[in-house]
């Protein structure tokens, strides 16, 4: 087709693409000398009659648009010649390469540069669904989004091209509906043809993920119908729990507005609608440090209290008297001393757990530290430090588990308090704290502490029941 003239005025210089019943050319208009691009829509053995109904679409909204960072409409005819037969869309030229172009060249994007892309196609869904009646897009994914005039730290203008599947809200109403898209880039809702302004948010987050991990979504995990994209993305858990916003499978649970995501993008924290915003209860002595790299909560001893008087006077009795029954027991003649001192062990195992409890409330603390790599909580008690359990990988972390205080009945029907607990799960490894080691006096505490580890994770919180 190469030098044909469409329509009287356009030389086509190249085909650009190509599926079945429809081409895309990169043509120069003949009156202005300005390139531009065709799609075609070709009568034939494949055409079907929603094709046509997309293509006229397509053409009504690109006329009612008018953004700098999205084709603009120039020109719509019919095409009769003796070759070929159809419709031919006329729009901008835009000399750029698409995302899919950089990805297939080796092109690595930074996180700084991922939220520059993030925040340019953000604010072009603002302009889109804010229209009367919005417009949904319904296929963003990298090849239809382009990045010119790329130099130094910025990533480059950013377009949002091919509104062949668009859709407004009000061509919903009472029509049929035709499923389009991308598999992989597909929020589930798109696959009963139903589609709202947030579809497109999930498209965004789906197209990001693949920027970060040079993965096509189709091709992550899944889980709950949701993308595992975490263990193969070098990203802060901030902008992790973010793109986990976006792809919410349940559209109640994901975010709702382009706005409400283009805020967020540089908070550090994440709201959700099933969580409550908590912040460090006054007067707590728990220390925590947080940034994108490490989370630490230093636990402080409870310090001493009248209420331990009775264990640490019980403690000293008891391993007073084991010491004693110890000396008369090897003071007898060998070997009948052995069996008696022998019989004192586990008196003497009993006893040092007793001391090291009233020991450890008084000057011991406890440390959850979780890093890039692993997990790890850790009992330290002047100078010495116990893992239990031992730190597993970070990426073995599967839920984080709050279970508030609670009765239980034992088989007489009395009532026993359960403290409440706050359980972080790396595959069997189980890491907990909670009011039974005396130190987290209050559930306002763990509310707190369970929050921050959601927001840092990434993860949800769930209640006993639940897990």
Same mark, same amino acid.
């Given at each position: 087709?190469?030098?044909?003239?469409?329509?009287?005025?356009?030389?086509?210089?190249?085909?650009?693409?190509?599926?079945?019943?429809?081409?895309?050319l990169?043509?120069?208009?003949?009156?202005?000398?300005?390139?531009?691009?065709?799609k075609?829509?070709?009568?034939?053995?494949?055409?079907?009659?929603?094709?046509?109904?997309?293509?006229?679409?397509?053409?009504?909204?690109?006329?009612?648009?008018s953004?700098?960072?999205?084709?603009?409409?120039?020109?719509?005819?019919?095409?009769?010649s003796?070759?070929?037969?159809?419709?031919?869309?006329?729009? $901008?030229? =835009?000399?750029?390469?698409? *995302?899919? !172009?950089?990805?297939?060249?080796? #092109?690595?994007?930074?996180? &700084?540069?991922?939220?520059?892309?993030?925040?340019?196609?953000?604010?072009?869904?603002?302009?889109?669904?804010?229209?009367?009646?919005?417009?949904?897009?319904?296929?963003?994914?990298?090849?239809?989004?382009?990045?010119?005039d790329?130099?130094?730290?910025?990533?480059?203008?950013?377009y949002?091209?091919?509104?062949?599947?668009?859709?407004?809200?009000?061509?919903?109403?009472?029509?049929?509906?035709?499923?389009?898209?991308?598999?992989?880039?597909?929020?589930?809702e798109?696959?009963?043809?139903?589609?709202?302004?947030?579809?497109?948010l999930?498209?965004?987050?789906?197209?990001?993920?693949?920027?970060? $991990?040079? =993965?096509?979504?189709?091709? *992550?995990? !899944?889980?709950d119908?949701?993308? #595992?994209?975490?263990?193969? &993305?070098?990203?802060?858990?901030?902008?992790?729990?973010?793109?986990?916003?976006?792809?919410?499978p349940?559209?109640?649970?994901r975010?709702?507005?382009?706005?409400?995501?283009?805020?967020?993008?540089d908070?550090?924290?994440?709201?959700?609608?099933?969580?409550?915003?908590?912040?460090?209860?006054?007067?707590?002595?728990?220390?925590?440090?947080?940034?994108?790299?490490?989370?630490?909560?230093?636990?402080?001893?409870?310090?001493?209290?009248?209420?331990?008087?009775?264990?640490?006077?019980?403690a000293?009795?008891?391993?007073?008297?084991?010491?004693?029954?110890?000396?008369?027991?090897?003071?007898?003649?060998?070997?009948?001393?052995?069996?008696?001192?022998?019989?004192?062990?586990?008196?003497?195992?009993?006893?040092?757990?007793?001391?090291?409890?009233?020991?450890?409330?008084?000057?011991?603390?406890?440390?959850?530290?979780?890093?890039?790599?692993?997990?790890?909580?850790?009992?330290?008690?002047?100078?010495?430090?116990?893992?239990?359990?031992?730190?597993?990988?970070?990426?073995?972390?599967?839920?984080?588990?709050?279970?508030?205080?609670?009765?239980?009945?034992?088989?007489?029907?009395?009532?026993?308090?359960?403290?409440?607990?706050?359980?972080?799960?790396?595959?069997?490894?189980?890491?907990?704290?909670?009011?039974?080691?005396?130190?987290?006096?209050?559930?306002?505490?763990?509310?707190?502490?369970?929050?921050?580890?959601?927001?840092?994770?990434?993860?949800?919180?769930?209640?006993?029941?639940?897990?």
């Amino acid at each position: 087709m190469t030098k044909e003239i469409l329509g009287s005025r356009y030389e086509v210089q190249q085909q650009l693409g190509k599926k079945a019943g429809r081409r895309t050319l990169l043509a120069r208009d003949l009156q202005t000398q300005e390139l531009v691009i065709i799609k075609l829509l070709i009568f034939g053995g494949d055409f079907e009659w929603d094709d046509l109904k997309l293509f006229e679409r397509e053409a009504e909204t690109l006329k009612s648009l008018s953004h700098p960072f999205i084709p603009r409409y120039l020109d719509y005819f019919e095409l009769n010649s003796t070759t070929l037969q159809g419709f031919a869309l006329v729009q $901008t030229y =835009i000399s750029a390469q698409t *995302l899919e !172009q950089y990805l297939k060249a080796g #092109q690595i994007f930074t996180e &700084a540069e991922v939220k520059q892309i993030a925040k340019a196609l953000l604010e072009i869904l603002c302009y889109l669904h804010g229209l009367h009646p919005p417009v949904i897009h319904r296929d963003i994914k990298p090849s239809n989004i382009l990045l010119g005039d790329r130099s130094g730290n910025s990533v480059g203008q950013v377009y949002l091209v091919d509104f062949g599947s668009v859709q407004t809200v009000l061509a919903t109403e009472g029509a049929t509906r035709t499923i389009v898209g991308t598999y992989g880039y597909m929020p589930p809702e798109q696959f009963g043809g139903r589609t709202v302004p947030a579809s497109d948010l999930y498209s965004l987050g789906a197209t990001l993920i693949y920027l970060v $991990t040079g =993965i096509q979504p189709a091709d *992550l995990p !899944q889980k709950d119908f949701r993308m #595992q994209f975490e263990s193969v &993305a070098n990203l802060s858990p901030s902008l992790t729990n973010w793109l986990r916003w976006l792809i919410e499978p349940n559209l109640q649970r994901r975010v709702s507005s382009a706005l409400e995501a283009l805020k967020a993008l540089d908070r550090p924290e994440i709201p959700h609608s099933s969580q409550l915003v908590i912040s460090k209860p006054p007067g707590s002595k728990i220390q925590l440090t947080k940034n994108a790299d490490v989370l630490e909560i230093i636990i402080p001893p409870s310090g001493w209290q009248s209420s331990m008087l009775f264990l640490g006077s019980f403690a000293i009795a008891w391993n007073s008297f084991i010491l004693f029954w110890t000396i008369g027991a090897l003071s007898a003649p060998f070997p009948m001393n052995l069996p008696f001192a022998l019989f004192s062990l586990p008196f003497w195992g009993a006893g040092c757990f007793m001391m090291y409890g009233f020991l450890f409330t008084v000057w011991g603390s406890i440390r959850l530290r979780l890093d890039r790599q692993q997990v790890g909580l850790t009992y330290e008690l002047f100078g010495f430090k116990f893992h239990r359990p031992r730190p597993s990988p970070k990426q073995n972390i599967t839920k984080l588990v709050y279970i508030p205080q609670h009765f239980t009945k034992d088989s007489d029907g009395n009532r026993t308090q359960v403290p409440a607990q706050l359980e972080l799960w790396a595959g069997v490894e189980k890491y907990q704290v909670g009011n039974n080691h005396g130190v987290i006096k209050s559930e306002a505490e763990l509310q707190w502490l369970a929050h921050e580890l959601s927001d840092w994770l990434g993860m949800e919180i769930s209640t006993e029941k639940d897990s």
